[in-house]
């Protein structure tokens, strides 16, 4: 027969099973994950529970004790868990207790934090802002940030590495580097690791208190300069903070003085910091409070009824309404085609961002500014009055614009009203005819919190037309050309395009490491020569060499066509040597990534200097031994093991648990290796299994003559991971 029923899953939760343990005091703890009962301390005194309780459950195990305590030590946004355990307590009579979270200090102040209402609250502010996001509220609500423009190119999820989180992330399109699976807590140093690797510029973050580590983020923010939007509670709440449970536990069980019938408890409000005296503990819950909220959910329910009705009516008026999404050019009239001229002129509601209705807007139009998809919707339906609409877009409706967004949003929120499309000058198009250069071999990227591969987008195409988001972005691309021996590709700069204040800079990478423009500006890269040869094959000769192996030529090739890469590929090399496969795989990957992992300092010091000689970017140098190496990479989509240093079925195991679906080529020398490399395909799930054996002779000149001279066979096996499905 237990005494206290634990709700827990926190580290309140687990803090209080340790006491209870420890104290000899029989106790049941009760978490909602079979994760979350991993994580309590064992003993003789605790029963653990993974399994979800009902209210009717819950009331089950309560009346199990006699005079026993309830104590409630979950997170404080289960408030249905909450709520359950409350009315459970007050039907069985049994005596209840809140531990609640020290509310982190509220900084309003601080220009750091922006505290919203919700997650949705939260994307709706982000969707105004730029760069980089790091989210850390869980897996369990990541879909909500979906809704973001380019959210898989700006969200960093951090989640628990657990199978079934990593499988729903995939689903929403959030894998790769852009998935940290890692298990708190978190100190303040691992959240400014976090911050600079992955240059984050939002950290989005619950407020979980002093013991959900929501200083350590707050600290990481203030030092690195990460903004923070923090997610204020759901409810307020009123509790016992931990210190304050386990004297109360202490007076309970451990004191001669009787306290279990109290008549008062003192309970901390959190939130206003006053200690206040809470009648009866044994009575959590008043049935008054619910009588009163009756009136309240039968009005809310009629107020529904009518605006059912009204939507209805709403729906007949919008079906005569005709709404323009017109993309309006560089911004000033002059840039306006005819057409879209005519659409605006035409319109009794203008909308669009201020900066841009204000240069097109004729007297007397009424105008609304926004440019949230959302609330442009919202505006629409809520005046049906203005029965032909026009929505101003910047540059052309087809690049880079908000029109894509806005286009799904009205078709889903207003799918009778008349929809029209009016085309654009785009910024590319408008700066190539002022440099009287044609546009289309132009390769166009949008650097807004987006890495960029310069240099091999730049190898690939020649020239390259980029968007840039901040005041120093073209000095610090410029500075990567010049890194890479690029400094004489040519730059040309366009800011404050059509305006009077227009400016156009042009010059070389060498230039102009130290440009200073304006925050919304365009450049136009030129690279000069030789066209790009598209397929692998870079002579041996051409790397740099030491006393490192070196995967040859022809097997290259062959082992290179076997991998399938794709332009977005992430991939493992392991057993990297002089980093021949790794500049190959860069090049072919080239809006990719590319972690070369070595163990030799000889072997990574040769990775550098090929790296640099073959500006591959998109090529990181990771030191160290596989699989230990390769643990905190990003998810891979295609590994190559050159050397497993007799590591291989723990790399394999590894390379699957990250990616079940991964693509692998290995290379084997030794008839050893390829017994064990074999041994594991067998065990392992791997499908799709291809064995060649290459061998190479090439031909080297004996005076007049030339003579064959053969090379070690290599054996060439490749795979993929067999991926479970649902039958």
Not at 361 to 381: D, L, M, S
């Amino acid at each position: 027969m237990y005494k206290v029923l634990l709700f827990g899953g926190t580290v309140e939760g687990r803090t209080v099973a340790e006491y209870l343990n420890e104290n000899k005091i029989p106790s049941m703890v009760c978490v909602a994950t079979e994760y979350g009962e991993s994580l309590l301390p064992q003993g003789e005194y605790l029963e653990l529970s993974h399994e979800r309780l009902d209210e009717k459950q819950m009331e089950e195990r309560m009346l199990q004790m006699e005079n026993g305590l309830v104590i409630d030590a979950t997170h404080p946004y289960a408030q249905v868990v909450t709520e359950n355990i409350e009315t459970a307590c007050e039907r069985t009579g049994t005596a209840y207790l809140r531990v609640v979270r020290q509310e982190s200090r509220r900084l309003e102040e601080e220009e750091t934090i922006t505290y919203v209402k919700s997650i949705r609250e939260a994307v709706e502010y982000l969707e105004k802002t730029s760069g980089n996001i790091l989210v850390t509220t869980g897996s369990k609500e990541l879909s909500a940030y979906t809704a973001l423009t380019d959210y898989q190119e700006r969200i960093y999820a951090r989640v628990l590495s657990l199978v079934e989180v990593v499988s729903s992330c995939a689903k929403l399109g959030i894998e790769g580097k852009h998935l940290l699976c890692m298990q708190g807590p978190f100190s303040r140093e691992m959240n400014i690791a976090l911050i600079h690797q992955f240059d984050i510029a939002w950290m989005v973050s619950k407020e979980s208190g002093r013991a959900g580590g929501f200083l350590e983020k707050y600290q990481a923010a203030k030092e690195t300069g990460c903004r923070m939007i923090v997610i204020g509670r759901p409810k307020e709440e009123q509790g016992m903070e931990l210190e304050r449970c386990i004297e109360y536990l202490d007076r309970r069980f451990l004191s001669k003085e009787n306290v279990a019938n109290d008549a008062k408890i003192e309970i901390v409000n959190t939130d206003t910091e006053n200690i206040e005296n809470i009648e009866n503990i044994e009575n959590p819950g008043s049935g008054q409070e619910k009588v009163a909220q009756e009136p309240v959910m039968q009005e809310a329910a009629t107020q529904n009824t009518e605006a059912v009705t009204e939507g209805e009516e709403t729906e007949d008026i919008l079906r005569g309404q005709k709404v323009s999404l017109v993309g309006i050019g560089m911004g000033t009239a002059d840039t306006l085609t005819q057409e879209g001229k005519q659409a605006l002129e035409c319109a009794d509601l203008l909308i669009g961002a201020a900066r841009m209705v204000e240069h097109i807007r004729k007297p007397g139009q009424e105008v609304w500014t926004g440019y949230k998809p959302e609330e442009i919707c919202a505006y629409i339906a809520a005046h049906p009055e203005h029965r032909n609409v026009a929505i101003a877009l910047s540059g052309d409706v087809g690049f880079y614009s908000g029109a894509k967004k806005l286009l799904e949003t009205l078709h889903r929120e207003l799918p009778m009203v008349q929809k029209k499309v009016y085309c654009g000058i785009s910024s590319m198009i408008y700066f190539c005819a002022k440099l009287e250069t044609p546009w289309e071999d132009v390769h166009p990227v949008s650097l807004h919190g987006r890495e960029c591969n310069l240099p091999g987008l730049l190898r690939i195409y020649g020239k390259i037309f980029a968007i840039v988001g901040t005041t120093d972005g073209i000095a610090k691309l410029c500075q990567k050309l010049q890194r890479y021996g690029m400094g004489d590709v040519r730059v040309e700069v366009g800011e404050r395009l059509s305006y009077p204040e227009e400016k156009i800079t042009r010059g070389y990478a060498w230039q102009l490491t130290e440009l200073e423009t304006d925050s919304l500006s365009v450049v136009l890269f030129t690279r000069e020569g030789k066209e790009a040869i598209v397929t692998h094959g870079i002579p041996d000769e051409a790397f740099i060499r030491g006393k490192v192996p070196m995967t040859k030529e022809e097997v290259r090739g062959i082992s290179l066509s076997k991998l399938q890469l794709t332009r977005n590929s992430i991939v493992y090399d392991v057993g990297a040597g002089t980093g021949s496969v790794s500049v190959e795989m860069a090049m072919q990957a080239v809006e990719g990534r590319v972690y070369a992992i070595e163990k030799k300092p000889e072997a990574v010091e040769l990775l550098y200097k090929n790296k640099e000689k073959f500006a591959a970017d998109n090529l990181e140098i990771v030191e160290g031994l596989a699989p230990e190496a390769c643990v905190d990479l990003p998810v891979p989509t295609h590994a190559f093991i050159g050397g497993s240093s007799g590591n291989m079925k723990d790399i394999l195991k590894l390379l699957l648990s990250k990616n079940p679906g991964i693509r692998v080529v290995i290379n084997c020398i030794a008839l050893e290796s390829v017994g064990e490399a074999m041994n594991c395909l067998n065990v392992l799930p791997f499908e799709q299994v291809d064995i060649a054996q290459v061998q190479v002779a090439k031909g080297k000149k004996a005076g007049s003559y030339h003579l064959m001279m053969g090379q070690n066979p290599v054996y060439v096996i490749s795979c993929r991971g067999k991926e479970e499905t649902d039958e």
